[in-house]
């Protein structure tokens, strides 16, 4: 069965400066891959999401991911942060067209001014 | 732009008490899901459903649980007496399959379910 870590429970990045959030999976085949963001109280909107083609991929609100196969890596980034990108940032993996879909832990952003 | 939507946003309850929440999942999607976020911690599988039947669920899903597509585009997510354990923010997801859809899930707005 897949899985996913986040190794990173909580980070605190000042607004302006760049960011990246670890997402590492387990997946026997090439997995399906994502990036959802929750902001407090609210639901999971999806941010970005890798299936196949060019490794990079670029999502909204200014966020990229790219899918490493070698590191079993999603990671995502963003060149400079902004005070409302903080939020919950969860990862997710899924096999084909979506099977057995599953979350990381997440990874809580916080941005000082 | 098509959405999930989920109802009721909020619901108390009394512990013992039958809950249900529903979901209209996007009209073309075939493949409708339940999790649940306990506050602050991560967001957990409940159930899949597929055909009018559920294609797999998690252990947290037992004899209290069950869902339920009673039509052509509700699907519900009963929890027949309630714990207090169960408080939590409960969303519904949907995707579709074939050409055209990536694999990726639709979730709702989530229903915060408070146990008392």
């Known amino acids: 069965a897949q899985s996913v870590t986040q190794p990173d429970i909580h980070i605190t990045v000042s607004e302006g400066a760049s960011l990246e959030l670890r997402c590492n999976y387990s997946y026997g085949a090439t997995p399906y891959l994502f990036w959802y963001v929750q902001s407090p109280g609210q639901g999971l909107q999806l941010l970005l999401k890798y299936f196949s083609g060019d490794t990079l991929v670029q999502g909204i609100k200014g966020f990229e991911a790219e899918f490493k196969r070698s590191q079993s890596s999603f990671n995502l980034r963003k060149p400079s942060v902004h005070w409302s990108d903080a939020a919950e940032y969860f990862c997710?993996?899924?096999?084909?067209?979506?099977?057995?879909?599953?979350f990381g832990p997440g990874t809580r952003l916080s941005v000082l001014p | 732009e098509p959405e999930v939507t989920q109802t009721p946003s909020h619901q108390v309850t009394q512990m013992g008490q039958e809950v249900i929440l529903r979901c209209v999942p996007i009209?073309?999607?075939?493949?409708f899901y339940w999790y649940r976020q306990i506050l602050g911690q991560k967001v957990e599988f409940l159930v899949s459903?597929?055909?009018?039947?559920?294609?797999?669920k998690s252990e947290i899903f037992d004899d209290q649980f069950s869902v339920e597509r009673p039509d052509g585009s509700n699907f519900t997510l009963k929890i027949r007496s309630t714990k207090l354990e169960d408080s939590a923010m409960y969303f519904c997801a949907s995707r579709g399959r074939g050409t055209g859809h990536t694999g990726e899930l639709f979730f709702g707005e989530g229903s915060r379910l408070t146990v008392l």
């Open positions: 997710a993996v899924a096999g084909n067209y979506g099977q057995n879909f599953v």
């Open positions: 459903f597929y055909n009018n039947e559920i294609s797999e």
């Open positions: 009209s073309n999607h075939l493949y």
